[in-house]
């Protein structure tokens, strides 16, 4: 699985280019029959755009179809859905990558339009591209990328594919299960390699680029960027190569804002033909600048560096934006309604276990307490017992002692007529015995001294604060009555 998420893939002629911490590659087998290209022809039409810079795609009978290199064995070799799927496992791109295609595929040609907003821009690019397309403009995806401006214009890369080339890509995205998050020019991907590794220059110069498939493109840019580009196809033979190099000059020279090439650089694949680069040399009329294409960054590697940049080039179609749209939308419906029949079974399993768990704990609960009862009841009446021993072995506020105490503080105009005595502890309220205490009647010949005993008692430490009934007015015997009711203090009990 790669370690980063710098990746891409690119095509060219027979093989897959992968990247991730380094470059991979698949071979796979040429389709059985070639599907119509959509490249141009080698004059550029007419066109409303000023469209005079721009140069069209190589058509397809130009080119022959990629050959596999000697000892190769095309039945050997998977289907280029087939080098797709080995992509996705050995690059772990589950997650999207993208798509670099060759100018065999796109239509590709660079416009010089005027300075406009985005949606004009965008306008503009699919009338001029909708010109000299080879099919109908509602089968046709048309995608661009500003590349340069002068003064008086923008530079734009316009790329059209029909959309049954599209519907083939898509079969085999589909039967591998790659994700594609966005479709590249691998044109633009060997101009981005070639400028960041050559040094600036205001001339004009010319690039071509030997590729291993056997394919050469063009590119011609001066100081304001590219303003040519052009796929030189296949070419058979070096006589090949210089019909298609002189062809690109005329459409460069019946330009009115076109410049001749001051200077030629070859980017020259290993294994290339010596005698192509002697071709470019009749076709220029100079020796070229030879670049080994080691010594520049992979093609794959710019198209991962491209998927970083902002603006560029898009060509999935919008109903393939929208179909992965539903997809999405789609897949969160299922996964919702998977999430709602897993938590609905969850909380059907918690409220129908609740009860049952409830019943369990509280029949253990039963069983713990009526393993225990027994012990309890023991220990209760065990101590219920200490207490009443205790209670009559307690001599400290027995009747005697009691008595003497009142007796010594009562008044002497006070006249007991009873006096009743509980020791406490005899009787028991909510598994605490009941205090004891004494009760007083009487009478005195004034209320007074009947107030002062009562604050006498209270004053003792033996009682809490008594109540006191009275005094009243005894009217036959001219006395005062009273009732005295004082109980031990609960926390001096022994």
């Known amino acids: 699985m790669a370690e980063t998420d710098k990746m891409a893939l690119l095509i060219d002629g027979c093989t897959l280019y992968g990247f991730a911490d380094g470059v991979v590659s698949w071979r796979f087998a040429p389709a059985a029959a070639a599907p119509e290209q959509s490249g141009g022809a080698s004059e550029a039409p007419e066109s409303d755009a000023p469209a ?7 058509d397809a009978s130009d080119s022959p179809a990629p050959a596999l290199p000697a000892g190769n064995d095309a039945d050997a070799l998977p289907s280029r859905a087939g080098a797709m799927e080995l992509a996705v496992r050995q690059l772990a791109a589950e997650d999207g990558i993208p798509l670099a ?10 416009l010089s339009l005027p300075a406009l907003d985005g949606e004009s821009l965008g306008s503009m690019v699919r009338l001029a591209m909708e010109k000299f397309a080879p099919v109908s403009s509602d089968d046709l995806v048309v995608a661009y990328e500003v590349v340069g401006a002068t003064e008086s214009a923008t530079r734009v890369f316009a790329a059209a594919v029909p959309n049954e080339t599209l519907d083939a890509l898509a079969e085999d995205l589909a039967t591998s299960g790659l994700l594609v998050t966005r479709l590249d020019s691998s044109l633009l991907c060997e101009w981005k390699s070639f400028a ?5 220059a205001d001339t004009c110069r010319a690039v071509v680029f030997a590729l291993p498939s056997g394919r050469f493109d063009l590119v011609v840019a001066d100081g304001s960027g590219p303003f040519f580009a052009r796929t030189l196809g296949v070419p058979a033979a070096p006589a090949d190569l210089i019909r298609e190099l002189t062809l690109s000059l005329l459409d460069i020279s019946s330009d009115a804002s076109g410049a001749a090439p001051e200077s030629v650089t070859l980017v020259a694949c290993e294994g290339l033909d010596p005698a192509m680069p002697v071709a470019v040399e009749e076709a220029f009329g100079m020796a070229p600048e030879l670049v080994p294409e080691s010594s520049l960054a992979p093609y794959v590697e710019s198209a991962a560096d491209r998927e970083a940049e902002g603006g560029c080039i898009d060509i999935v179609p919008p109903a393939w934006r929208e179909e992965e749209k539903a997809q999405i939308a789609d897949r969160r419906f299922r996964a919702g309604i998977v999430v709602a029949v897993v938590v609905w079974a969850l909380l059907a399993a918690v409220l129908y276990a609740i009860p049952r768990m409830i019943d369990a704990r509280t029949a253990a609960i039963g069983k713990e307490r009526d393993a225990i009862a027994p012990a309890y009841r023991a220990v209760s009446d065990t101590r219920t017992r200490v207490r009443l021993i205790r209670s009559y072995e307690d001599r400290s506020r027995s009747l005697l002692d009691v008595l003497k105490q009142v007796c010594v503080e009562m008044p002497e105009s006070i006249v007991f007529s ?3 005595y509980e020791k406490g502890g005899e009787s028991v309220k909510n ?4 205090p004891g205490g004494i009760k007083i009647a009487g009478d005195a010949d004034q209320s007074q001294p009947v107030l ?3 604050d006498v ?3 003792m430490g033996f009682f809490v604060p008594a109540k006191l009934t009275g005094p009243t007015m005894d009217g036959s015997r001219r006395r005062f009555k009273f009732e005295i009711d004082s109980r031990f203090q609960e926390e001096d009990r022994p």
Do not use: N, Q, V
């Not at 960041?196 to 600036?200: L, M, S, V």
């Open 457 to 459: 008692l209270d004053d």
């Open 52 to 58: 005079s810079d721009a140069t069209p795609a190589a």
């Open 431 to 434: 598994g605490r015995p009941l």
């Open 452 to 454: 002062d005993f009562k």
């Open 196 to 200: 960041a590794a050559a040094a600036p």
């Open 101 to 110: 295609l060759p100018p065999d595929i796109l239509a590709e040609r660079i």
């Open 418 to 420: 009873s006096l009743t």
